[in-house]
């Protein structure tokens, strides 16, 4: 069992940078892939990045839309992921969720919907 609980959205202006913050508690953290989703209003979730168990190929994974602007990463002595995000757009803007899932690759966390989720954090970007 993972808990999960975001942090670090807010307003910015386009071309600037966030940094979001993905808090877990339970056991075994190191062993969970963590990506983030994002919903923007009347859209469906999407996936945006993934990183995955530290000794799995293909460690981490992104959506095109974000490669070169956003970069996850993992401190498991925290317990916390983290989303870089530079080059804000408009179009980012969003409600940003975290979600883990035992065992799976980067990759995998694109396509198979993880079991834990975060409350989100909304992330507004203004032109």
């Known amino acids: 069992q993972v808990q999960l609980v975001e942090s670090g959205g807010g307003l910015v202006q386009a071309g600037d940078s966030l940094r979001l913050s993905c808090a877990a508690s339970?056991?075994?953290?190191?062993?969970?892939?963590v990506g983030w989703f994002r919903q923007a209003p009347g859209k469906e979730r999407e996936f945006v990045a993934a990183?995955?168990?530290?000794?799995?190929?293909?460690?981490?994974y992104y959506v095109d839309s974000a490669k070169g602007r956003f970069t996850i990463s993992r401190d498991n002595a925290k317990n916390t992921v983290y989303l870089q995000m530079n080059s804000l757009k408009p179009e980012d803007t969003a409600v940003y969720y975290c979600?883990?899932?035992?065992?799976?690759?980067?990759?995998?966390?694109?396509?198979?919907?993880?079991?834990?989720w975060g409350q989100g954090t909304q992330v507004t970007v203004s032109s």
């Open positions: 979600a883990a899932a035992f065992g799976l690759s980067a990759q995998a966390m694109g396509v198979v919907r993880p079991s834990y």
């Open positions: 339970g056991r075994s953290f190191s062993s969970y892939a």
């Open positions: 990183i995955g168990i530290s000794w799995t190929s293909g460690y981490t």
